[in-house]
Every structure is written in structure tokens, then in C-alpha cells.
């Protein structure tokens, strides 16, 4: 299982990063550790999702529990969730659409 740390490069590339609990990151704008993100969490007693513009540097100091991984689509269009840094690589080698923004590449 992969961590927010682990999985920066990818998130760098354009990759949605998602967690275990449906926390997802992405990059807005910007790269390196200028970049701009927004990271959609969970919030207040009924969980409420909401969407955070930040800057990477509060990403990177994110110490979470839960496993993260990048999210790529099926071929039956839904997204799944690979959490393994050799499963990442072999669905970007195998030319697995990434989801991003809500929909597929």
C-alpha cells in the first residue's frame, strides 16, 4: 500500500491520488513545490465532502493512516484504485486511462 509521499510523482504527472477513505488529491496548477492542489476530504460530524485549494507542501505533511493509490478507469469505465507502486506502473505500461477531474483520459 502505497502513502501521500510515495505517490507524489505521479500525483506530479497528473494523476488523481485517492485513499482508502475517498480523500482524493490532484494538481490544479502550477509544479514542484510551487504547485497548487485540491485536496477533497471529509469534514465536521456528518462528513461532509469538501474541496480544499491548497498548497503541495501541506500534501507532503499529511500523515494519514489509510492507504493511498492512483486512480485509473476499467475496461468496464469504472475507476479502480491501485495502490501498489508496481500495479501504478503496470497499468501506465499497459495504457490504462487515468481518471482525472471526474472522468477518463
Known amino acids: ?54 498548497n503541495i507542501a501541506k500534501v507532503i505533511a499529511i500523515k494519514d493512516l489509510w492507504p493511498w493509490g492512483a486512480v485509473f478507469a476499467g475496461r468496464d469505465k469504472k475507476p479502480f484504485l491501485a495502490t501498489e507502486i508496481s500495479e501504478i506502473e503496470r497499468e501506465i505500461a499497459n495504457g490504462t486511462p487515468r481518471v482525472v477531474y471526474g472522468e477518463q483520459e
Not at 505517490?7 to 496548477?29: A, C, F, H, N, V
Not at 514542484?32 to 485549494?53: D, L
Open 1 to 54: 500500500m502505497a502513502t501521500i509521499q510515495e505517490l507524489l510523482p505521479y500525483l506530479q504527472k497528473g494523476y488523481t491520488i485517492q485513499s482508502m477513505k475517498g480523500e482524493s488529491i490532484r494538481i490544479l496548477y502550477g509544479s514542484g513545490s510551487a504547485a497548487i492542489v485540491e485536496w477533497t476530504h471529509r469534514t465536521g460530524m456528518a462528513g461532509t465532502p469538501e474541496a480544499e485549494k491548497c
